[in-house]
């Protein structure tokens, strides 16, 4: 089995900075996919960021230009930095790992319990 514990959430204040950790622990040969997902009260879950095994990152076009994500693959880690926070991305946090190759053979897609981000005005 493949665990996802997810760190680093809390309050901020408009303009203010958080950085989010996910680490994945099992058996794990490789992870394809790494990224973080949100969901706020009353609204869909939305991606956020995504990086390949390889590097390439994608980016929501509401965090483009003020969130980072990075990745420790020697860890099995995936980082979100968070700068220029709104009240508007206040939701809790989701870390995914996608095509998650295990000792077994086995292929698993995972996702951690969630984050609480929170941004005042």
């Known amino acids: 089995q493949v665990q996802l514990v997810e760190s680093g959430g809390g309050l901020v204040q408009a303009g203010g900075s958080l950085r989010l950790s996910c680490a994945a622990s099992g058996s794990i040969l490789r992870i394809n996919t790494m990224g973080w997902y949100r969901q706020a009260p009353g609204k869909q879950r939305e991606l956020v960021a995504v990086?390949?095994?390889?590097?390439?990152?994608d980016y929501a076009d509401s965090v483009k230009g003020r969130f980072t994500i990075s990745r420790d693959g020697a860890k099995n880690t995936v980082y979100l930095q968070m700068n220029s926070l709104k009240p508007a991305d206040t939701a809790v946090y989701y870390c995914n790992a996608d095509h998650v190759l295990v000792v077994d053979g086995r292929w698993y897609d995972c996702r951690g319990q969630g984050t609480q981000v929170t941004v005042s005005s």
């Open positions: 990086i390949t095994s390889g590097g390439s990152t």
